[in-house]
C-alpha cells in the first residue's frame, strides 16, 4: 500500500524544501502557528507555479473556533474562489455548528463552490460531538477526505478512534492522521489504524539572514523570536518517507 504524505506549510521556502524530503501533497495555509489560516492569493498563485505535486489551500479565515458568521462564510467562498482561479487541486474546510455538529447547510454551499477541485474536511471533526454522524454528513456533502488526530490532542493518542472511522467509511471516505505524526510513530500510526494518508509540518527554524538589525522591538508577541523563521525541515520529511517504506 501506497502511503501518501501531505507536508502543510506557510511560506514558498517551505514549498521547496517540502517537495525536496518527498511530500505527496502540500497543504498552503498562513499562521501555523495558529493553527493554519487561509493563504493569500498570491501565495496560491506562486505555490501553482512552483508546486510538482498537488496543492490544497486551507480556507479558514480566522483564528479560533470554527462556527462561522456569514460574513466569514462570504469570505470563504471568495477564498474558494481565488484558490480554482490560481489552479489549485484542492481546499481544506471545516465549519460547525453551536452544538458542536456539522454545519451541512454551510459545508454544501463551500463544496459547491468548490466544484472541480478535490476537498479535504479538515480537524473541525475533532471538535465534533458525535464523530460518526460527522462522518455521514461529511461524506454526504462530497468531501474526498477527512483530517483528524482520532479526536485527542495528537494522532499517537487517537489511534482508536482513527482505526474506528477507517472501519466505518471503509471505500467511502479516506481518513488522514494528522497532528504530532514523526519518523518515530508514523509507522506505528500507519499500522494500528489502517490508513494510507499522513499530515504533517516536519517543521523547524533557520535563523534570519540579515546581518545588522535593532532587536528591541517587536513585531508581535515578545515571546516570539522574530529572527527564527519556521520553515519545514528537509530531513524530517524524509526520515519519516524512509520510516513507513
Known amino acids: 500500500m501506497t502511503i501518501q504524505l501531505e507536508v502543510c506549510i506557510d511560506n514558498l521556502e517551505s514549498l521547496h524544501y517540502a517537495q525536496q524530503g518527498g511530500a505527496s501533497r502540500i497543504e498552503l495555509c498562513s ?3 495558529l493553527g493554519g489560516l487561509t493563504p493569500s492569493a498570491g501565495f496560491m498563485q506562486l ?3 512552483h508546486a510538482s505535486i498537488p496543492v490544497y489551500a486551507m480556507i479558514r479565515p480566522r483564528q479560533g473556533d470554527f462556527l462561522f458568521s456569514s460574513d466569514d462564510v462570504e469570505i470563504m467562498l471568495a477564498d474558494i474562489h481565488a484558490a480554482k482561479l490560481a489552479q489549485l487541486q484542492g481546499v481544506v474546510i471545516g465549519v460547525l455548528t453551536k452544538e458542536g455538529h456539522i454545519d451541512s447547510d454551510i ?3 463551500l463544496v459547491k463552490e468548490a466544484n472541480g477541485l478535490g476537498v479535504t474536511f479538515h480537524r473541525a471533526i475533532d471538535q465534533c460531538i458525535d464523530p460518526m454522524a460527522a462522518l455521514d454528513n461529511i461524506m454526504a456533502a462530497g468531501c474526498e477526505r477527512i483530517l483528524t488526530s482520532g479526536l485527542q490532542a495528537n494522532a ?4 482508536d478512534m482513527i482505526a474506528e472511522m477507517v472501519k466505518y467509511c471503509g471505500e467511502r471516505l479516506s481518513i488522514m492522521a494528522g497532528a504530532g505524526v514523526t519518523a518515530t510513530n508514523a509507522k506505528h500510526i500507519i499500522t494500528r489504524t489502517g490508513i494510507s494518508e499522513i499530515h504533517l509540518s516536519g517543521k523547524s527554524t533557520r535563523p534570519s539572514h540579515m546581518v545588522q538589525f535593532a532587536n528591541q522591538a517587536h513585531m508581535g508577541s515578545a515571546d ?3 529572527f527564527s523563521i519556521p520553515v519545514t525541515s528537509v530531513e524530517k520529511i524524509s526520515a519519516v518517507i524512509n520510516a513507513i517504506r
Open 224 to 226: 516570539i523570536d522574530d
Open 156 to 159: 499517537l493518542d487517537g489511534v
Open 47 to 49: 505555490a501553482a507555479k
Open 107 to 109: 459545508l454544501n454551499s
Open 31 to 33: 499562521s501555523l502557528a
